[in-house]
């Protein structure tokens, strides 16, 4: 690789992989939501979704973003069943990802066909909804019950998916039910990096934030 200049490039100028390329090794760990949702016939579908994030609190809105599975050459793009389900149910729930569930996840992946179980071929087992009648992962840390709010399409292959949690579970002692404070090191979540690469959130470190009062006392200034 080379160090001789800066690289940069008009976003314009690339393919959808080059960008997809760019973004996903830049903008990394991303937070994994395995998606469980049910279809239509009651078939309980999991996948993992890492265009995935929280963007506010009051509300509580998560985005996901869905590509679409197809193109141009194979007659049309067509929706993941993730997306299908969620937009016929207005519900779903995200379980994250600890370093044990991952292989798991790994497996809930590949594109079964909409009949077949993600849960059952990736061993995983089920615990019933209690806002909405979506059930989570039993083995996830947590897991968050959420309802659509809107999903936004920008491009004929994707979907923008905004969606409300209303509850979580999480894994006993994981939460200080006092504090609301999570244990990081019981939690060991992973972050997606790109291709097959993750990461664990072992090596961690602490900044002090401080105010702008303390930044100039600091430094002998006047504040
Ligand atoms: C770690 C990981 C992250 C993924 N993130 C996304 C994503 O953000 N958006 C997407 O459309 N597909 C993503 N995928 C691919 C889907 O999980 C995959 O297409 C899956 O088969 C969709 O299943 P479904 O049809 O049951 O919804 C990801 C796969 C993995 C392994």
Same mark, same amino acid.
């Given at each position: 690789m080379s160090a001789e200049a800066p690289f940069t490039c008009a976003f314009? +100028?690339?393919s959808p992989q080059e960008r997809y390329k760019l973004l996903c090794a830049a903008i990394v760990p991303r937070p994994i939501a395995l998606v469980t949702c049910v279809s239509a016939d009651g078939v309980v579908n999991a996948a993992p979704y890492s265009f995935f994030n929280v963007f506010?609190? +009051? #509300?509580?809105l998560i985005v996901l973003g869905l590509q679409h599975r197809g193109g141009p050459a194979e007659g049309g793009y067509r929706p993941k069943d993730t997306t299908r389900n969620i937009s016929e149910s207005g519900v779903f729930v995200i379980n994250l990802v600890d370093e044990a569930l991952a292989e798991a996840m790994n497996l809930t992946?590949? /594109?079964?066909?909409?009949?077949?179980s993600e849960i059952e071929a990736a061993g995983l087992s089920l615990s019933p909804g209690v806002s909405i009648p979506v059930p989570h992962i039993a083995e996830a840390p947590v897991a968050f019950e959420c309802r659509k709010t809107v999903s936004l399409t920008f491009a004929p292959q994707r979907e923008l998916l905004i969606g409300e949690v209303v509850r979580i579970h999480a894994r #006993?002692?994981?939460? /200080? #039910?006092? +504090?609301?404070?999570?244990d990081l090191e019981a939690y060991k979540p992973v972050g997606r990096l790109f291709g097959n690469s993750y990461a664990r959130q072992s090596d961690r470190f602490d900044l002090t934030r401080e105010t702008y009062a303390e930044w100039a006392a600091a430094r002998g200034l006047a504040p």
């Open positions: 314009e +100028t690339l506010s609190e +009051t #509300p509580a992946a590949i /594109d079964f066909p909409p009949h077949v #006993p002692g994981l939460v /200080d #039910p006092k +504090t609301l404070r999570f």
